[in-house]
Every structure is written in structure tokens, then in C-alpha cells.
């Protein structure tokens, strides 16, 4: 994409100050080493993402209370990105119907570029601050929704229109970021801005940016999924038995939770069809399908409550 000279320097002068981007010494000789200690170097600079994640501990958990109650009113978590960024978003709301049983539209990955960019590099899709907009209008979105916007550097014309967006629409915001005083952070509600510093390979924020990225969203989701009443005693209770693999996970979440059979555990979950939480508030609680069923939807789907509603939870 071509550049006048004045907006050239713009953006060298704005890149030279990201912590994502920079240079340093002790990379000069990368080439030269052997895989052992190149392994090495690479791994210990990864243990700088974990802390990083840690030193934003407060804000993840304020966006987690944020989403958990907009899904309460009905409401959706919206990623968006581009590139690295928007494929982990779209990663991460493609695993959440398989893992907790939800419906695809609970959460949703939107990435510049569209579907084309999850497997190949859309040039110049990231520059268009009005794409994620529109996206979000076409979805319909409302005060009741979550929008995360991620990118490494902060400053991504993509996600900052489509939180703009969003943020007018008076969604719930949130900012994923890999350098401080971001301007993403500076348009959302909640600025989650971890900073993990250069990159192994300088620039390369699919690395250590990228790693911090799945790990906070990883929290985003699973964390609220667990106030949502999705697991169990740390178990996942709403998983979709759409393999044999999955199937066969299910028996064994019964049969660990309840200490039922293996036959019994099959056979409570061909009466439940297949939801495992069902099964298990059948077995726990002596129950019938037709009203463990009727106790789960008056406990809003959360097992425990269900379980002290029809008996008494025996693990307790």
C-alpha cells in the first residue's frame, strides 16, 4: 500500500515506539546458534508471558464479571482482530459450542478480511476502520453484547473502528493489547494491556503477543462459562457429544462425578439425550428426565443449585 513521505515517517516514528517491535542486542547472533540453546532463549522469554497476563489480573477480572452478566440478558462475546489477533478470537469463540455446549451465536470471531483471512493474509484488510464496524451492525449488535478487540501493537485501524463502534452502540468494551496506552485501550471501557516486550524474532507478535492473546482469552470465556454454571466441580458438564471421542467423555464425566457404573452412566445419558448435566442431576438426585430437567431450567442450567433444589449434593 503506497504512503506519502509525511505519513511514512508517521508510522516509522509510531512503530519505533512499540515495545512489540523493538530490537535487541543479544538477538544479533540467532543464526549462528544451535538448536539447543536457540530452544533455550526462545523458552525463557516465554516465561515473561505468564506474568504479564498476572500484572492485568484485576482488569481480566472486571471484563469477566462484564461478560457474564451480558450473557445473563441474552447478550453475545464479539471478537475482533486481524491477522494473528482475529484468528485467535475466531479460535477461541469456535471452540466454545463443543467445550460448554453453547450456541454458536453466544460467541462470535469477526477478523478483517473475513473467512479468506483465517487461513491466508487479506493485504490491507487491517487498514479499513469501518469494516469491523459494519460487521457489528450487521450482526445486529447491542447494548447487551460484549465487543474484545485485540491487537498486538494497539493500534490497529480495524479494531479501533469496530470498538468505536461498538462503543456507541453502548456494547460492553474491551481492549487486548501488547503495549501500553494502547489506542485501543484508550477507546474501550476495560483496557487489558499486557505487555510482554520484543519479540524473539522482532516484530513477530504471533509469538509472545500471541501466546498472551489466547491466554487472556482463554480466561474471558472459560472463567465466565464457570459463573454461567457450565462445569462441575471443575468438570466440563455441558460439552456437546458430537464424536465418539466426546461421547465416550461424557460416560466418564458421569461416572467420575456421580461414582455411578459405566452402564448406568450410558444408560442415564440415552433418558437425558446426551446432556451430561442432566444425567448427572438424574443419578445424583433420583430424579426422572422430565423433572431434573424442569429443576435445571428453574436454576437457570447451574447444577449445584438444581441438585440442592431436588436433594442433597452428596460430594459436599
Known amino acids: 500500500m ?12 509510531v512503530l519505533s515506539s512499540l515495545g512489540t517491535e523493538a530490537s535487541t542486542t543479544e538477538r544479533g547472533d540467532l543464526d549462528l546458534l544451535g538448536t539447543d540453546e536457540l530452544v533455550r532463549r526462545m523458552n525463557a522469554g516465554d516465561q515473561r508471558v505468564a506474568e504479564a497476563v498476572a500484572e492485568r489480573a484485576s482488569e481480566i477480572s472486571t471484563a469477566v464479571d462484564g461478560i457474564t452478566a451480558r450473557f445473563r440478558r441474552g447478550g453475545r462475546l464479539i471478537y475482533i482482530g486481524a491477522g494473528t489477533a482475529g484468528r485467535i478470537g475466531v479460535l477461541d469463540a469456535s471452540e466454545c459450542p463443543p467445550t460448554f455446549g453453547t450456541d454458536p451465536s453466544m460467541v462470535v470471531g469477526l477478523i478483517a478480511g473475513g473467512e479468506t483471512a483465517i487461513r491466508a493474509a487479506v493485504e490491507n484488510a487491517e487498514d479499513d476502520e469501518d469494516a469491523a464496524g459494519a460487521s457489528l451492525r450487521d450482526l445486529a449488535l447491542t447494548a447487551d453484547d460484549t465487543v474484545v478487540g485485540i491487537s498486538a501493537s494497539g493500534r490497529t485501524p480495524y479494531v479501533v473502528g469496530g470498538l468505536s463502534f461498538a ?27 499486557v505487555v ?39 468438570v466440563m458438564v455441558d460439552l456437546l457429544a458430537t464424536n465418539e471421542k466426546l461421547h465416550a467423555r461424557s460416560v466418564r464425566t458421569v461416572v467420575e462425578i456421580t461414582g455411578c457404573s459405566v452402564a448406568d452412566a450410558a444408560s442415564a445419558l440415552a433418558e437425558a439425550g446426551g446432556s451430561v448435566k442432566l444425567a448427572i442431576l438424574m443419578i445424583t438426585t ?8 424442569t429443576a435445571l431450567r428453574e436454576a437457570d442450567g447451574i447444577l449445584r443449585v438444581a441438585i440442592v433444589a431436588l436433594g442433597s449434593d452428596s460430594r459436599d
Do not use: W
Not at 2 to 13: A, S, T, Y
Not at 200 to 221: D, P
Open 167 to 193: 462503543r456507541s452502540a453502548g456494547a460492553l468494551t474491551v481492549a487486548i493489547a501488547s503495549n501500553a496506552e494502547s489506542e485501543i485501550g484508550a477507546v474501550a471501557d476495560i483496557a487489558i494491556e
Open 286 to 293: 433420583g430424579a426422572d428426565a422430565e423433572a431434573a430437567a
Open 196 to 234: 510482554t516486550g520484543p519479540e524473539f524474532i522482532s516484530g513477530s507478535t504471533r509469538l509472545k503477543s500471541g501466546t498472551a492473546q489466547k491466554l487472556v482469552v482463554n480466561m474471558l470465556t472459560t472463567l465466565s462459562m464457570i459463573k454461567l454454571g457450565k462445569t462441575y466441580h471443575g
Open 2 to 13: 503506497p504512503h506519502d513521505d509525511d505519513r511514512l515517517n508517521d508510522l516509522l516514528e
